[in-house]
């Protein structure tokens, strides 16, 4: 038997005997292990209240409402701190309206028709807001702006302006030219208190459009003037004085800002309140 014979176990006249391995025993794979995860302690969870965002829009008017609000003084910082503000071109470093709604937005000033920006600004400005407010005189009813005549050196073709509501639906007026500085303390803190009872008068049902001719047709033909004088008094250009305790209205001087009806105590009498309470 030669050498090779025997490598590959050949042996002369007997079979050879095959020879089988042992079986291997699988492989035992183990489940991996569950991984413990840590849970974080909880905290305890803090109750957050957000503030409505609130955005000030300023258009065509001289800026004298928004003196007037910083005429609160300190009262001021609790208007301040009670919103969010987002937008303010006098107040902040915001040029344009922020993306996203906006709770409140307080309008100031009328709309220049022949300006492509105030016009694509409050049409903007009513898609994102869910409150439109207008708040001085311009912006409620166009007070001296509807005499504008354009022609000014840096921009002639300004010659157009407009109360928002004509371009726009307005949820709510804030009259006056300007309004006095306790109104818009008022309004503000009941706007973001949800005091409707007191936004009543200011709602766009209520209020809105309102000349010294209304204090005759709703005020003293229903023989509820006091002769207090309020009317007079808050009149911006004089068109009022009181004669015999009663106002007296120059028609020429009226320029519609509906402070005197704003100022009037009786314009807002709440007679379906009172007759309920008589009718008892």
């Known amino acids: 038997m030669g050498l090779l014979d025997k490598i590959l176990g050949k ?4 079979p050879s005997k095959e020879v089988t391995a042992a079986p291997t025993a699988a492989p ?34 001289c800026t004298g409402c928004l003196i007037s609000l910083s005429d609160n003084y300190e009262k001021l910082l609790d208007v301040l701190g009670a919103v969010d503000q987002v937008y303010n071109l006098t107040l902040m470093d915001q040029r344009e309206l922020p993306e996203g709604k906006i709770d409140i937005a307080l309008v100031e000033g009328a709309v220049c028709l022949q300006d492509e920006h105030s016009v694509h600004l409050i049409k903007e400005t009513r898609e994102k807001a869910g409150l439109v407010i207008a708040y ?82 709703k005020i003293v033909e229903n023989g509820l003037c006091i002769g207090c004088g309020t009317c007079a008094s808050s009149c ?38 009172i007759e309920k309470k008589l009718m008892v």
């Open 136 to 217: 001085g005189g311009c912006a409620a009813t166009g007070c001296v702006t509807n005499f504008c005549r354009g022609g000014q050196a840096n921009q002639p073709q300004h010659e157009s302006f407009v109360p928002i509501n004509r371009v726009i639906k307005v949820d709510a007026y804030i009259p006056g030219c300007p309004p006095t500085p306790e109104i818009i303390y008022n309004v503000a803190i009941a706007a973001v208190t949800g005091d409707m009872e007191y936004l009543q008068p200011f709602l766009a049902d209520k209020g809105g459009y309102a000349c010294g001719c209304d204090l005759f047709t």
């Open 236 to 273: 911006p250009t004089r068109a009022l004085e009181m004669q015999f305790g009663r106002p007296s209205l120059n028609n020429t001087r009226c320029v519609k800002c509906g402070a005197c009806s704003a100022a009037c105590p009786r314009s807002f009498l709440p007679v379906s309140q």
């Open 28 to 61: 035992v794979t183990k489940a991996p292990e569950p991984v413990k995860q840590e849970v974080a302690p909880k905290k305890s969870e803090e109750v957050k209240v957000s503030k409505p965002k609130l955005a000030y829009v300023h258009l065509s008017g």
């Open 11 to 14: 042996t002369s006249g007997a």
